[in-house]
Protein backbone atom coordinates (compact mmCIF):
# COMPACT_ATOMS: atom_id res chain seq x y z
CA UNK A 1 0.00 0.00 0.00
CA UNK A 2 1.37 3.45 -0.98
CA UNK A 3 0.04 6.23 0.31
CA UNK A 4 0.14 10.10 -0.12
CA UNK A 5 -1.25 12.35 2.85
CA UNK A 6 -1.78 16.24 1.16
CA UNK A 7 -0.51 18.24 4.61
CA UNK A 8 -1.73 21.71 5.00
CA UNK A 9 -0.69 24.62 7.63
CA UNK A 10 -3.23 26.28 9.67
CA UNK A 11 -3.68 29.17 11.89
CA UNK A 12 -4.57 27.83 15.91
CA UNK A 13 -7.94 27.80 15.97
CA UNK A 14 -7.77 30.16 19.06
CA UNK A 15 -5.84 32.85 16.38
CA UNK A 16 -6.93 36.08 16.27
CA UNK A 17 -8.19 36.68 12.92
CA UNK A 18 -6.93 40.40 10.93
CA UNK A 19 -5.58 41.44 7.94
CA UNK A 20 -2.85 44.28 6.84
CA UNK A 21 -1.53 45.94 3.94
CA UNK A 22 -5.15 47.27 3.71
CA UNK A 23 -7.10 44.67 4.07
CA UNK A 24 -5.19 42.71 1.48
CA UNK A 25 -2.74 40.44 3.29
CA UNK A 26 -3.48 37.77 6.91
CA UNK A 27 -1.77 38.94 9.19
CA UNK A 28 0.56 36.40 10.27
CA UNK A 29 1.43 38.77 13.75
CA UNK A 30 1.64 36.34 16.80
CA UNK A 31 0.29 33.46 14.84
CA UNK A 32 1.01 29.81 15.66
CA UNK A 33 0.44 27.76 12.49
CA UNK A 34 -0.68 23.90 13.01
CA UNK A 35 -1.17 20.69 10.88
CA UNK A 36 -4.62 21.87 9.63
CA UNK A 37 -6.64 19.81 11.59
CA UNK A 38 -8.60 17.56 9.07
CA UNK A 39 -5.38 16.20 7.76
CA UNK A 40 -3.54 15.26 10.82
CA UNK A 41 -6.41 14.41 12.82
CA UNK A 42 -8.05 12.02 10.21
CA UNK A 43 -5.90 11.58 6.81
CA UNK A 44 -2.71 11.05 8.21
CA UNK A 45 -3.89 8.94 11.40
CA UNK A 46 -5.87 6.82 9.06
CA UNK A 47 -3.18 6.28 6.28
CA UNK A 48 -0.65 5.30 9.41
CA UNK A 49 -2.82 2.73 10.38
CA UNK A 50 -3.44 1.33 7.37
CA UNK A 51 0.18 0.92 6.65
CA UNK A 52 0.42 -0.23 10.09
CA UNK A 53 -2.41 -3.45 8.97
CA UNK A 54 -1.14 -3.83 4.92
CA UNK A 55 2.24 -2.58 5.10
CA UNK A 56 3.62 0.08 2.81
CA UNK A 57 4.74 3.44 3.06
CA UNK A 58 3.22 6.74 3.94
CA UNK A 59 4.60 9.79 2.04
CA UNK A 60 3.42 13.53 2.96
CA UNK A 61 2.98 16.16 0.70
CA UNK A 62 2.88 19.94 1.14
CA UNK A 63 2.63 23.01 -1.66
CA UNK A 64 4.70 25.22 0.67
CA UNK A 65 7.47 27.68 1.42
CA UNK A 66 10.50 26.59 3.80
CA UNK A 67 8.16 28.50 6.65
CA UNK A 68 5.89 25.20 6.41
CA UNK A 69 8.76 22.74 7.53
CA UNK A 70 7.93 22.89 11.30
CA UNK A 71 4.26 21.61 10.48
CA UNK A 72 5.86 18.76 8.46
CA UNK A 73 8.26 17.98 10.31
CA UNK A 74 5.12 17.94 13.22
CA UNK A 75 3.38 15.16 10.60
CA UNK A 76 6.32 13.10 10.11
CA UNK A 77 6.60 13.16 14.12
CA UNK A 78 3.18 11.33 14.06
CA UNK A 79 4.61 8.42 11.49
CA UNK A 80 4.70 9.35 8.17
CA UNK A 81 7.53 7.59 6.93
CA UNK A 82 9.20 10.69 4.18
CA UNK A 83 7.61 13.89 3.43
CA UNK A 84 7.72 16.18 0.23
CA UNK A 85 7.85 19.61 0.25
CA UNK A 86 6.93 21.11 -3.28
CA UNK A 87 8.56 24.63 -2.80
CA UNK A 88 6.03 27.02 -3.89
CA UNK A 89 3.60 29.78 -1.92
CA UNK A 90 0.49 28.36 -2.03
CA UNK A 91 -1.84 30.77 -3.11
CA UNK A 92 -5.14 29.09 -4.51
CA UNK A 93 -6.30 25.61 -4.96
CA UNK A 94 -6.21 24.84 -8.95
CA UNK A 95 -2.44 25.53 -8.25
CA UNK A 96 -2.19 23.17 -4.85
CA UNK A 97 -3.90 20.44 -6.95
CA UNK A 98 -1.86 20.82 -10.29
CA UNK A 99 1.24 20.79 -8.14
CA UNK A 100 0.33 17.85 -6.42
CA UNK A 101 -1.24 15.76 -9.39
CA UNK A 102 1.83 16.35 -11.38
CA UNK A 103 3.61 15.30 -8.83
CA UNK A 104 1.90 12.39 -8.06
CA UNK A 105 1.81 11.01 -11.68
CA UNK A 106 3.09 7.87 -12.04
CA UNK A 107 4.42 7.12 -8.72
CA UNK A 108 2.11 4.09 -7.62
CA UNK A 109 0.33 5.93 -5.17
CA UNK A 110 -2.52 3.34 -4.14
CA UNK A 111 -4.46 6.30 -2.10
CA UNK A 112 -4.16 9.57 -1.97
CA UNK A 113 -5.93 10.89 0.82
CA UNK A 114 -6.24 14.64 2.03
CA UNK A 115 -8.28 16.59 4.72
CA UNK A 116 -12.13 17.73 4.56
CA UNK A 117 -10.68 21.24 3.80
CA UNK A 118 -8.15 23.51 5.28
CA UNK A 119 -9.67 25.63 8.25
CA UNK A 120 -8.50 28.85 6.73
CA UNK A 121 -9.82 28.88 3.07
CA UNK A 122 -12.56 26.55 4.23
CA UNK A 123 -12.91 25.53 0.16
CA UNK A 124 -13.11 21.58 0.31
CA UNK A 125 -11.56 22.10 -3.64
CA UNK A 126 -8.17 20.31 -3.68
CA UNK A 127 -9.12 16.41 -3.52
CA UNK A 128 -11.83 16.68 -6.38
CA UNK A 129 -9.59 18.78 -8.14
CA UNK A 130 -6.39 16.19 -8.08
CA UNK A 131 -8.96 13.24 -8.60
CA UNK A 132 -10.14 15.17 -12.31
CA UNK A 133 -6.47 15.92 -12.96
CA UNK A 134 -5.52 11.80 -12.59
CA UNK A 135 -8.70 10.75 -13.58
CA UNK A 136 -9.09 8.98 -10.43
CA UNK A 137 -12.36 8.36 -8.35
CA UNK A 138 -12.81 10.79 -5.49
CA UNK A 139 -14.59 9.75 -2.13
CA UNK A 140 -15.63 12.73 -0.82
CA UNK A 141 -15.61 13.22 2.43
CA UNK A 142 -15.03 9.89 3.59
CA UNK A 143 -16.26 9.00 7.57
CA UNK A 144 -14.70 5.61 7.28
CA UNK A 145 -12.24 3.85 5.29
CA UNK A 146 -11.19 0.53 4.89
CA UNK A 147 -9.10 -1.32 2.12
CA UNK A 148 -9.25 -4.53 0.73
CA UNK A 149 -6.90 -5.81 -1.86
CA UNK A 150 -7.46 -3.65 -4.70
CA UNK A 151 -10.86 -1.75 -3.50
CA UNK A 152 -11.67 0.66 -0.94
CA UNK A 153 -14.61 0.54 1.11
CA UNK A 154 -15.51 3.89 2.42
CA UNK A 155 -18.86 5.22 4.67
CA UNK A 156 -19.61 9.24 3.01
CA UNK A 157 -22.11 11.48 4.18
CA UNK A 158 -25.35 12.37 2.17
CA UNK A 159 -27.77 15.01 2.86
CA UNK A 160 -28.95 13.54 6.79
CA UNK A 161 -27.86 10.57 6.59
CA UNK A 162 -24.73 7.96 5.53
CA UNK A 163 -23.69 6.15 2.42
CA UNK A 164 -21.51 3.13 2.22
CA UNK A 165 -19.82 2.94 -1.06
CA UNK A 166 -17.27 0.83 -2.89
CA UNK A 167 -14.03 2.34 -5.13
CA UNK A 168 -11.41 0.55 -7.10
CA UNK A 169 -7.70 2.20 -6.38
CA UNK A 170 -5.99 3.82 -6.81
CA UNK A 171 -8.38 6.89 -5.33
CA UNK A 172 -8.40 10.19 -4.22
CA UNK A 173 -10.31 10.32 -0.64
CA UNK A 174 -11.02 13.29 1.60
CA UNK A 175 -11.47 12.37 5.34
CA UNK A 176 -13.79 13.99 7.74
CA UNK A 177 -14.58 13.65 11.01
CA UNK A 178 -15.29 9.56 12.49
CA UNK A 179 -12.27 8.22 10.11
CA UNK A 180 -9.58 8.37 13.31
CA UNK A 181 -9.10 9.01 16.67
CA UNK A 182 -6.13 12.38 16.97
CA UNK A 183 -2.44 10.78 18.15
CA UNK A 184 -0.52 12.50 20.12
CA UNK A 185 3.45 12.39 18.77
CA UNK A 186 5.77 11.09 21.22
CA UNK A 187 9.14 11.51 21.97
CA UNK A 188 10.66 9.06 20.00
CA UNK A 189 8.59 9.99 17.11
CA UNK A 190 9.71 13.71 17.85
CA UNK A 191 13.31 12.57 17.96
CA UNK A 192 13.32 10.53 14.89
CA UNK A 193 11.41 12.90 12.50
CA UNK A 194 14.52 15.58 12.91
CA UNK A 195 16.19 12.55 10.65
CA UNK A 196 13.21 11.45 8.39
CA UNK A 197 13.50 12.52 5.07
CA UNK A 198 12.17 15.56 3.47
CA UNK A 199 12.47 15.93 -0.04
CA UNK A 200 12.21 19.39 -1.87
CA UNK A 201 11.22 19.57 -5.23
CA UNK A 202 11.03 22.31 -7.56
CA UNK A 203 6.94 23.67 -8.34
CA UNK A 204 5.84 23.25 -11.90
CA UNK A 205 4.60 26.56 -12.08
CA UNK A 206 0.81 26.32 -12.63
CA UNK A 207 -0.91 29.49 -12.88
CA UNK A 208 -3.76 30.71 -10.45
CA UNK A 209 -6.89 30.61 -11.78
CA UNK A 210 -8.42 32.91 -8.53
CA UNK A 211 -6.88 35.23 -5.88
CA UNK A 212 -8.41 36.41 -3.03
CA UNK A 213 -7.63 40.08 -3.80
CA UNK A 214 -9.35 42.22 -0.10
CA UNK A 215 -10.32 40.67 3.28
CA UNK A 216 -12.94 41.92 5.59
CA UNK A 217 -14.19 41.48 9.28
CA UNK A 218 -17.79 40.95 10.35
CA UNK A 219 -19.42 43.95 12.06
CA UNK A 220 -19.63 43.71 15.85
CA UNK A 221 -22.42 42.38 17.15
CA UNK A 222 -24.60 44.92 18.78
CA UNK A 223 -24.88 44.13 23.41
CA UNK A 224 -26.94 41.47 24.23
CA UNK A 225 -30.35 41.71 24.83
CA UNK A 226 -31.04 39.66 28.41
CA UNK A 227 -34.53 38.31 29.00
CA UNK A 228 -35.73 37.11 32.24
CA UNK A 229 -35.88 33.37 32.06
CA UNK A 230 -39.19 32.84 34.24
CA UNK A 231 -40.29 34.99 31.06
CA UNK A 232 -40.07 32.92 27.74
CA UNK A 233 -43.44 34.42 26.43
CA UNK A 234 -41.01 37.71 25.88
CA UNK A 235 -38.11 36.07 24.27
CA UNK A 236 -41.06 34.02 21.79
CA UNK A 237 -42.47 37.49 20.76
CA UNK A 238 -38.94 39.12 20.51
CA UNK A 239 -38.25 36.70 18.27
CA UNK A 240 -41.59 36.92 16.12
CA UNK A 241 -42.16 40.76 16.36
CA UNK A 242 -38.60 41.79 16.72
CA UNK A 243 -36.23 39.30 14.90
CA UNK A 244 -39.18 37.70 12.71
CA UNK A 245 -37.52 34.44 12.72
CA UNK A 246 -40.40 32.53 13.82
CA UNK B 1 -25.28 35.94 -20.34
CA UNK B 2 -25.78 32.98 -20.15
CA UNK B 3 -25.52 31.01 -16.91
CA UNK B 4 -26.08 27.07 -16.20
CA UNK B 5 -26.76 26.37 -12.41
CA UNK B 6 -26.74 22.42 -11.63
CA UNK B 7 -29.45 20.99 -9.33
CA UNK B 8 -29.57 18.01 -7.13
CA UNK B 9 -33.10 16.70 -8.10
CA UNK B 10 -32.61 13.02 -6.84
CA UNK B 11 -34.95 13.18 -3.63
CA UNK B 12 -37.83 13.19 -6.39
CA UNK B 13 -38.17 16.98 -5.20
CA UNK B 14 -36.38 19.99 -5.28
CA UNK B 15 -34.83 21.77 -1.98
CA UNK B 16 -34.60 25.01 -0.79
CA UNK B 17 -30.98 25.54 -1.86
CA UNK B 18 -31.98 24.38 -5.55
CA UNK B 19 -33.80 27.18 -5.37
CA UNK B 20 -31.47 29.57 -3.91
CA UNK B 21 -28.82 28.39 -6.65
CA UNK B 22 -31.40 29.50 -9.74
CA UNK B 23 -32.42 33.03 -7.72
CA UNK B 24 -28.71 33.94 -7.76
CA UNK B 25 -28.03 32.69 -11.78
CA UNK B 26 -30.89 34.84 -12.47
CA UNK B 27 -29.15 37.73 -10.83
CA UNK B 28 -26.04 37.41 -13.33
CA UNK B 29 -28.07 36.19 -16.99
CA UNK B 30 -30.29 33.92 -18.39
CA UNK B 31 -30.67 30.86 -16.50
CA UNK B 32 -30.04 27.45 -18.12
CA UNK B 33 -31.13 24.09 -14.91
CA UNK B 34 -29.26 20.99 -15.76
CA UNK B 35 -30.09 17.76 -13.84
CA UNK B 36 -30.47 13.92 -13.88
CA UNK B 37 -32.80 11.16 -12.92
CA UNK B 38 -36.50 10.42 -12.83
CA UNK B 39 -37.54 13.50 -11.09
CA UNK B 40 -41.36 14.70 -12.94
CA UNK B 41 -41.50 17.29 -15.51
CA UNK B 42 -44.03 18.99 -13.70
CA UNK B 43 -41.92 19.47 -10.23
CA UNK B 44 -38.75 20.28 -12.38
CA UNK B 45 -40.73 23.30 -14.62
CA UNK B 46 -41.84 24.88 -11.24
CA UNK B 47 -37.88 26.39 -11.40
CA UNK B 48 -39.76 28.44 -14.28
CA UNK B 49 -41.15 30.49 -11.28
CA UNK B 50 -37.50 31.24 -9.68
CA UNK B 51 -36.51 32.46 -13.06
CA UNK B 52 -34.85 29.30 -15.02
CA UNK B 53 -35.71 29.32 -18.80
CA UNK B 54 -35.12 25.90 -19.50
CA UNK B 55 -34.37 22.31 -18.10
CA UNK B 56 -31.78 20.37 -19.22
CA UNK B 57 -32.45 16.84 -17.71
CA UNK B 58 -30.55 13.41 -18.36
CA UNK B 59 -32.71 10.78 -17.66
CA UNK B 60 -30.17 7.88 -18.32
CA UNK B 61 -29.03 7.76 -14.54
CA UNK B 62 -30.02 8.71 -10.97
CA UNK B 63 -27.86 9.24 -8.44
CA UNK B 64 -25.14 11.50 -7.75
CA UNK B 65 -21.63 10.41 -9.07
CA UNK B 66 -19.11 13.03 -9.26
CA UNK B 67 -17.37 11.39 -12.33
CA UNK B 68 -20.82 11.35 -13.94
CA UNK B 69 -22.42 14.41 -12.84
CA UNK B 70 -19.17 16.27 -14.16
CA UNK B 71 -19.49 14.66 -17.43
CA UNK B 72 -23.22 15.20 -17.71
CA UNK B 73 -22.22 19.48 -16.61
CA UNK B 74 -19.34 20.26 -18.80
CA UNK B 75 -21.68 18.75 -21.80
CA UNK B 76 -24.42 20.81 -20.95
CA UNK B 77 -21.80 23.94 -20.08
CA UNK B 78 -20.64 23.24 -23.99
CA UNK B 79 -23.88 22.87 -25.43
CA UNK B 80 -25.08 26.31 -24.09
CA UNK B 81 -22.35 28.34 -24.04
CA UNK B 82 -22.56 29.30 -20.87
CA UNK B 83 -19.50 31.20 -19.64
CA UNK B 84 -20.89 31.08 -15.41
CA UNK B 85 -21.72 27.93 -13.85
CA UNK B 86 -23.47 27.66 -10.04
CA UNK B 87 -23.73 24.85 -7.80
CA UNK B 88 -24.98 24.79 -3.93
CA UNK B 89 -22.08 24.03 -2.27
CA UNK B 90 -23.76 21.20 -0.66
CA UNK B 91 -22.46 17.64 -0.25
CA UNK B 92 -23.06 16.87 -4.12
CA UNK B 93 -21.51 20.45 -4.73
CA UNK B 94 -18.30 20.28 -3.23
CA UNK B 95 -17.31 16.37 -5.07
CA UNK B 96 -18.64 18.01 -8.00
CA UNK B 97 -17.70 21.24 -8.47
CA UNK B 98 -13.67 21.01 -8.38
CA UNK B 99 -13.83 18.18 -10.69
CA UNK B 100 -15.77 20.57 -12.86
CA UNK B 101 -13.35 23.09 -12.61
CA UNK B 102 -10.31 21.28 -13.70
CA UNK B 103 -11.96 19.78 -16.55
CA UNK B 104 -13.45 23.21 -18.44
CA UNK B 105 -10.32 25.23 -16.69
CA UNK B 106 -12.98 27.52 -14.90
CA UNK B 107 -11.57 29.17 -11.53
CA UNK B 108 -14.05 28.07 -8.75
CA UNK B 109 -15.23 29.50 -6.01
CA UNK B 110 -16.73 27.97 -3.15
CA UNK B 111 -19.11 28.62 -0.36
CA UNK B 112 -20.14 32.20 -2.26
CA UNK B 113 -21.98 34.70 0.13
CA UNK B 114 -22.58 37.51 -2.54
CA UNK B 115 -23.05 38.15 -6.56
CA UNK B 116 -20.15 39.09 -8.37
CA UNK B 117 -19.78 43.28 -7.63
CA UNK B 118 -18.73 45.10 -10.78
CA UNK B 119 -15.29 43.84 -11.20
CA UNK B 120 -16.48 40.11 -11.04
CA UNK B 121 -15.27 40.03 -7.37
CA UNK B 122 -16.91 37.19 -4.91
CA UNK B 123 -17.51 37.68 -1.46
CA UNK B 124 -16.54 33.99 0.52
CA UNK B 125 -16.52 32.96 4.08
CA UNK B 126 -12.98 32.05 5.38
CA UNK B 127 -11.85 31.13 8.38
CA UNK B 128 -13.83 29.20 9.36
CA UNK B 129 -16.87 32.17 9.52
CA UNK B 130 -14.47 34.38 11.29
CA UNK B 131 -13.45 36.65 8.15
CA UNK B 132 -14.59 37.38 4.42
CA UNK B 133 -12.55 37.26 1.22
CA UNK B 134 -13.21 39.05 -1.86
CA UNK B 135 -12.19 36.43 -4.52
CA UNK B 136 -11.00 37.41 -8.05
CA UNK B 137 -11.62 35.09 -11.00
CA UNK B 138 -8.67 34.99 -13.67
CA UNK B 139 -10.29 32.61 -15.89
CA UNK B 140 -13.20 32.91 -19.14
CA UNK B 141 -14.88 30.54 -17.37
CA UNK B 142 -16.17 30.26 -13.36
CA UNK B 143 -17.90 28.23 -11.68
CA UNK B 144 -19.62 29.91 -8.32
CA UNK B 145 -20.95 27.44 -5.17
CA UNK B 146 -23.26 28.91 -3.16
CA UNK B 147 -23.05 28.65 0.74
CA UNK B 148 -26.61 27.61 1.54
CA UNK B 149 -29.02 29.75 3.39
CA UNK B 150 -27.28 32.36 1.92
CA UNK B 151 -29.89 33.80 -0.75
CA UNK B 152 -33.38 33.95 -0.03
CA UNK B 153 -34.89 32.18 -3.31
CA UNK B 154 -37.28 34.63 -4.88
CA UNK B 155 -40.46 34.07 -7.14
CA UNK B 156 -40.31 35.91 -10.40
CA UNK B 157 -43.16 33.94 -12.04
CA UNK B 158 -42.51 32.20 -15.36
CA UNK B 159 -42.26 28.97 -16.90
CA UNK B 160 -39.39 26.71 -17.60
CA UNK B 161 -38.93 24.35 -20.87
CA UNK B 162 -38.07 21.05 -20.31
CA UNK B 163 -35.15 19.38 -22.30
CA UNK B 164 -33.97 15.72 -22.90
CA UNK B 165 -30.64 16.20 -22.86
CA UNK B 166 -27.64 13.29 -23.14
CA UNK B 167 -24.76 13.94 -21.30
CA UNK B 168 -22.88 11.22 -22.38
CA UNK B 169 -21.96 9.93 -19.03
CA UNK B 170 -20.29 6.66 -19.00
CA UNK B 171 -19.81 4.53 -15.89
CA UNK B 172 -20.28 5.96 -11.87
CA UNK B 173 -16.82 6.19 -10.34
CA UNK B 174 -18.36 5.02 -6.97
CA UNK B 175 -20.23 1.84 -6.53
CA UNK B 176 -22.87 2.51 -3.72
CA UNK B 177 -23.43 -0.67 -1.52
CA UNK B 178 -25.66 0.75 1.50
CA UNK B 179 -27.42 3.56 2.41
CA UNK B 180 -28.63 4.39 5.72
CA UNK B 181 -31.78 7.29 5.16
CA UNK B 182 -32.14 9.89 6.79
CA UNK B 183 -33.50 9.70 10.24
CA UNK B 184 -36.70 11.80 9.88
CA UNK B 185 -35.89 15.08 11.50
CA UNK B 186 -34.95 18.08 9.63
CA UNK B 187 -31.14 17.44 8.06
CA UNK B 188 -28.82 20.13 10.04
CA UNK B 189 -27.15 21.93 7.01
CA UNK B 190 -30.15 22.96 5.42
CA UNK B 191 -32.35 24.32 8.82
CA UNK B 192 -33.44 27.15 9.24
CA UNK B 193 -33.76 26.88 12.82
CA UNK B 194 -31.55 24.95 15.02
CA UNK B 195 -31.25 24.07 18.73
CA UNK B 196 -28.20 23.09 20.33
CA UNK B 197 -26.98 21.93 23.26
CA UNK B 198 -23.93 21.23 25.23
CA UNK B 199 -22.11 19.63 28.33
CA UNK B 200 -24.30 22.00 30.21
CA UNK B 201 -26.87 19.56 29.63
CA UNK B 202 -24.82 16.66 32.19
CA UNK B 203 -25.80 13.58 30.08
CA UNK B 204 -27.35 12.31 27.33
CA UNK B 205 -30.21 11.17 29.11
CA UNK B 206 -31.66 15.06 29.08
CA UNK B 207 -31.71 15.58 25.78
CA UNK B 208 -35.25 15.29 25.55
CA UNK B 209 -35.89 18.48 26.36
CA UNK B 210 -33.73 19.78 23.79
CA UNK B 211 -35.88 17.24 21.30
CA UNK B 212 -38.94 18.59 22.64
CA UNK B 213 -38.39 22.36 21.62
CA UNK B 214 -36.95 21.08 18.51
CA UNK B 215 -40.10 19.55 17.51
CA UNK B 216 -42.07 22.16 18.38
CA UNK B 217 -40.19 25.05 16.63
CA UNK B 218 -39.68 22.42 12.84
CA UNK B 219 -36.17 22.27 14.18
CA UNK B 220 -32.89 20.32 13.59
CA UNK B 221 -30.91 19.44 16.68
CA UNK B 222 -27.28 19.93 16.56
CA UNK B 223 -24.59 19.85 19.91
CA UNK B 224 -21.04 20.88 20.87
CA UNK B 225 -17.98 18.84 19.91
CA UNK B 226 -17.24 17.18 23.11
CA UNK B 227 -20.65 16.00 23.05
CA UNK B 228 -20.24 14.02 19.82
CA UNK B 229 -17.01 13.54 21.13
CA UNK B 230 -18.47 11.52 24.66
CA UNK B 231 -20.87 9.66 22.49
CA UNK B 232 -24.05 11.49 24.03
CA UNK B 233 -25.36 12.60 20.72
CA UNK B 234 -24.35 11.53 16.78
CA UNK B 235 -20.95 13.23 15.43
CA UNK B 236 -23.22 15.10 12.21
CA UNK B 237 -24.98 17.37 14.68
CA UNK B 238 -21.85 18.59 15.70
CA UNK B 239 -21.38 22.04 14.85
CA UNK B 240 -18.38 24.14 15.01
CA UNK B 241 -14.76 24.81 13.25
CA UNK B 242 -14.54 21.24 13.12
CA UNK B 243 -17.85 20.16 12.91
CA UNK B 244 -20.44 21.08 10.29
CA UNK B 245 -20.75 25.40 9.76
CA UNK B 246 -24.13 26.19 9.36
CA UNK B 247 -26.36 29.66 8.74
CA UNK B 248 -29.36 29.26 10.21
CA UNK B 249 -31.78 32.10 10.61
CA UNK B 250 -32.54 30.85 14.77
CA UNK B 251 -29.98 29.35 16.74
CA UNK B 252 -30.36 28.72 19.81
CA UNK B 253 -27.53 27.31 22.24
CA UNK B 254 -28.14 25.90 26.01
CA UNK B 255 -25.37 24.69 27.66
CA UNK B 256 -22.56 26.08 25.51
CA UNK B 257 -20.09 28.32 26.94
CA UNK B 258 -19.12 29.42 23.56
CA UNK B 259 -15.27 28.59 22.72
CA UNK B 260 -13.91 30.26 19.50
CA UNK B 261 -13.94 27.23 17.44
CA UNK B 262 -17.44 26.74 18.44
CA UNK B 263 -18.62 30.00 17.13
CA UNK B 264 -16.65 29.43 14.16
CA UNK B 265 -19.41 27.39 12.72
CA UNK B 266 -22.20 29.22 13.81
CA UNK B 267 -21.51 32.83 13.88
CA UNK B 268 -23.43 33.29 9.98
CA UNK B 269 -26.70 32.64 12.04
CA UNK B 270 -28.98 35.67 11.74
CA UNK B 271 -30.32 35.43 15.20
CA UNK B 272 -28.30 33.62 18.45
CA UNK B 273 -30.35 32.66 21.69
CA UNK B 274 -27.93 31.81 24.47
CA UNK B 275 -29.10 30.36 27.71
CA UNK B 276 -26.37 29.58 30.30
CA UNK B 277 -26.05 29.51 33.69
CA UNK B 278 -22.87 31.45 33.77
CA UNK B 279 -23.50 35.56 32.74
CA UNK B 280 -19.89 35.43 32.06
CA UNK B 281 -20.20 32.94 29.61
CA UNK B 282 -18.14 34.13 25.91
CA UNK B 283 -21.27 33.03 24.17
CA UNK B 284 -23.52 35.85 25.42
CA UNK B 285 -21.02 38.51 23.81
CA UNK B 286 -21.96 36.71 20.41
CA UNK B 287 -25.61 36.76 21.34
CA UNK B 288 -28.92 38.93 20.29
CA UNK B 289 -30.97 37.53 22.95
CA UNK B 290 -29.26 36.15 26.29
CA UNK B 291 -30.73 34.12 29.43
CA UNK B 292 -28.87 33.64 32.10
CA UNK B 293 -30.73 31.00 33.61
CA UNK B 294 -30.82 26.92 33.95
CA UNK B 295 -31.40 25.42 30.57
CA UNK B 296 -33.34 22.51 32.64
CA UNK B 297 -35.89 25.06 34.13
CA UNK B 298 -35.95 27.56 31.03
CA UNK B 299 -36.01 24.99 27.45
CA UNK B 300 -39.06 23.24 28.86
CA UNK B 301 -40.22 26.75 29.91
CA UNK B 302 -39.45 27.85 26.11
CA UNK B 303 -41.38 25.18 24.71
CA UNK B 304 -44.28 25.49 26.45
CA UNK B 305 -43.93 29.53 25.43
CA UNK B 306 -44.00 28.25 21.63
CA UNK B 307 -46.80 26.03 22.21
CA UNK B 308 -48.79 28.81 23.40
CA UNK B 309 -47.51 31.24 20.05
CA UNK B 310 -47.90 28.35 17.74
CA UNK B 311 -52.20 27.67 18.86
CA UNK B 312 -52.03 31.21 19.30
CA UNK B 313 -51.00 32.37 15.92
C1 LIG C 1 -8.59 22.47 17.31
C2 LIG C 1 -9.89 22.52 18.07
C3 LIG C 1 -11.08 22.46 17.33
C4 LIG C 1 -12.31 22.52 18.00
N1 LIG C 1 -13.47 22.47 17.26
C5 LIG C 1 -14.67 22.59 17.89
C6 LIG C 1 -15.89 22.60 17.16
O1 LIG C 1 -15.91 22.48 15.94
N2 LIG C 1 -17.06 22.74 17.85
C7 LIG C 1 -17.11 22.88 19.20
O2 LIG C 1 -18.22 22.99 19.77
N3 LIG C 1 -15.97 22.85 19.92
C8 LIG C 1 -14.75 22.72 19.31
N4 LIG C 1 -13.62 22.68 20.06
C9 LIG C 1 -13.74 22.63 21.53
C10 LIG C 1 -13.99 23.98 22.15
O3 LIG C 1 -12.74 24.61 22.38
C11 LIG C 1 -14.72 23.83 23.51
O4 LIG C 1 -13.98 22.99 24.35
C12 LIG C 1 -16.13 23.26 23.39
O5 LIG C 1 -16.88 23.97 22.42
C13 LIG C 1 -16.85 23.34 24.72
O6 LIG C 1 -18.07 22.66 24.67
P1 LIG C 1 -19.27 23.06 25.64
O7 LIG C 1 -19.54 24.50 25.52
O8 LIG C 1 -20.38 22.11 25.36
O9 LIG C 1 -18.70 22.66 27.08
P2 LIG C 1 -18.13 23.57 28.25
O10 LIG C 1 -17.06 24.46 27.80
O11 LIG C 1 -17.88 22.63 29.36
O12 LIG C 1 -19.35 24.52 28.62
C14 LIG C 1 -20.53 24.11 29.25
C15 LIG C 1 -21.34 25.37 29.50
O13 LIG C 1 -22.60 25.01 30.07
C16 LIG C 1 -22.93 25.94 31.09
N5 LIG C 1 -23.86 25.25 31.98
C17 LIG C 1 -23.60 24.32 32.93
N6 LIG C 1 -24.73 23.90 33.51
C18 LIG C 1 -25.75 24.55 32.92
C19 LIG C 1 -27.16 24.55 33.08
N7 LIG C 1 -27.77 23.75 33.97
N8 LIG C 1 -27.90 25.36 32.29
C20 LIG C 1 -27.30 26.19 31.36
N9 LIG C 1 -25.98 26.23 31.18
C21 LIG C 1 -25.22 25.41 31.93
C22 LIG C 1 -21.62 26.32 31.71
O14 LIG C 1 -21.72 27.59 32.34
C23 LIG C 1 -20.69 26.35 30.50
O15 LIG C 1 -20.66 27.63 29.90
C24 LIG C 1 -12.36 22.63 19.41
C25 LIG C 1 -11.16 22.69 20.13
C26 LIG C 1 -9.94 22.66 19.46
C27 LIG C 1 -8.67 22.74 20.28
N1 LIG D 1 -0.78 23.78 0.36
C1 LIG D 1 -1.21 22.51 0.45
N2 LIG D 1 -0.33 21.49 0.38
C2 LIG D 1 -0.76 20.20 0.46
N3 LIG D 1 -2.03 19.84 0.63
C3 LIG D 1 -2.96 20.82 0.71
C4 LIG D 1 -2.60 22.21 0.62
N4 LIG D 1 -3.73 22.93 0.73
C5 LIG D 1 -4.75 22.05 0.89
N5 LIG D 1 -4.28 20.78 0.88
C6 LIG D 1 -5.07 19.53 1.06
O1 LIG D 1 -6.37 19.69 0.51
C7 LIG D 1 -7.37 19.57 1.50
C8 LIG D 1 -8.53 20.48 1.18
O2 LIG D 1 -8.11 21.82 1.11
P1 LIG D 1 -9.05 22.99 0.56
O3 LIG D 1 -9.52 22.57 -0.76
O4 LIG D 1 -8.15 24.18 0.53
O5 LIG D 1 -10.16 23.12 1.58
C9 LIG D 1 -6.65 19.85 2.80
O6 LIG D 1 -7.34 19.27 3.90
C10 LIG D 1 -5.28 19.23 2.53
O7 LIG D 1 -5.31 17.83 2.72
New interface residues.
Given amino acids: MKILVCISKA ?1 D ?2 SK ?1 A ?1 TEGNTKFSEDGVQYIVN ?2 DEWYALVRGLELKESLGGTVTIVTVGTAADEPTIRKALAIGADEAVRIDAEAKD ?2 QV ?1 TEIANYAKGQGFDLILTGKET ?11 I ?3 LD ?6 A ?1 KLDVNGVTA ?1 CDK ?11 QLPAVISCA ?2 MAEQRIPNMRGIMAARTKPLNVVAASAS ?12 AP ?1 SA ?4 D ?2 N ?2 A ?6 NE ?1 K ?2 | MSVLVYINSNAGKLSKSAFEAVTYGKMIGDVTVVTNGSTGDDILSSLGAYGAQKVLVDRSFDG ?1 D ?2 QL ?1 RLIGAAAEATGAATIVFS ?3 VG ?10 L ?7 AIGAPDADG ?1 IKV ?4 G ?10 TKRIISLLPNSFQPEEVGGSASIEAFDGNVGAP ?11 G ?1 V ?4 AE ?1 VVSAGRGLKGPENWGMVEDLANE ?1 GAATACSRPVADIGWRP ?2 E ?1 VG ?3 V ?1 IRP ?2 YIAAGISGA ?2 HL ?1 GV ?1 GS ?2 I ?2 INTDAEAPF ?11 AF ?2 LP ?2 T ?3 K ?2 KSA ?1
Avoid: C, W
Fill in positions: PTTIFPYAFAINYNGSQVAGMAEHLPLVSLSTEIVGGLETVEVKGELNTEFVAYDLPKVKLIPEMDLVELLHAVI | TAQTNDLKAVAPRLSVRSAGLVSGKNVFSKAFGHVKVNTGLVVKATKQPEGPLPELLHHHQTGANLIQANKVVVFKAADYGIVGDEVRLEAVKFN
